[in-house]
Nanobody, 127 residues
Framework: EVRLVESGGGLVQPGGSLRLSCVAS????????MNWVRQAPGKGPEWVSG???????TYTSSVKGRFTISSDNAKNTVYLQMNSLKPEDTAVYYC?????????????????????WGQGTQVTVSS
């Protein structure tokens, strides 16, 4: 069974940092691109970042230079390090996978294509 479990969210002041984790089971993260997507209250999903099977990383423009995606194949876990957080980063953050049959080598900004999602973790940036 494919599962994605996010954790690490919380309440943080503007300028603070959080590290989100996405633990995968039922497949190897090294076999497919992984993505982080967020959804703010009253808004649609927004693709945030992705990592390809060869480790190439991409980001939406609003988080470039502040967020870093990484992966640990030994732990089958993907991370999102978030620094210099802003109130507009407040959202539920999800990790997602486009497909495992066949797996996709590169991330996709179109989250509607994703076949697998985690349950999400809430990030609130507020003073």
């Amino acid at each position: 069974e494919v599962r994605l479990v996010e954790s690490g969210g919380g309440l943080v002041q503007p300028g603070g940092s959080l590290r989100l984790s996405c633990v995968a089971s039922g497949f190897l993260i090294s076999s497919t691109a992984m993505n982080w997507v967020r959804q703010a209250p009253g808004k649609g999903p927004e693709w945030v970042s992705g990592i390809s099977v060869d480790g190439f990383t991409t980001y939406t423009s609003s988080v470039k230079g502040r967020f870093t995606i990484s992966s640990d194949n030994a732990k089958n876990t993907v991370y999102l390090q978030m620094n210099s957080l802003k109130p507009e980063d407040t959202a539920v953050y999800y990790c997602g996978v486009q497909s495992l049959s066949p797996p996709w080598a590169t991330p996709s900004v179109n989250s509607q294509q994703y076949s697998y999602w985690g349950q999400g973790t809430q990030v609130t940036v507020s003073s």
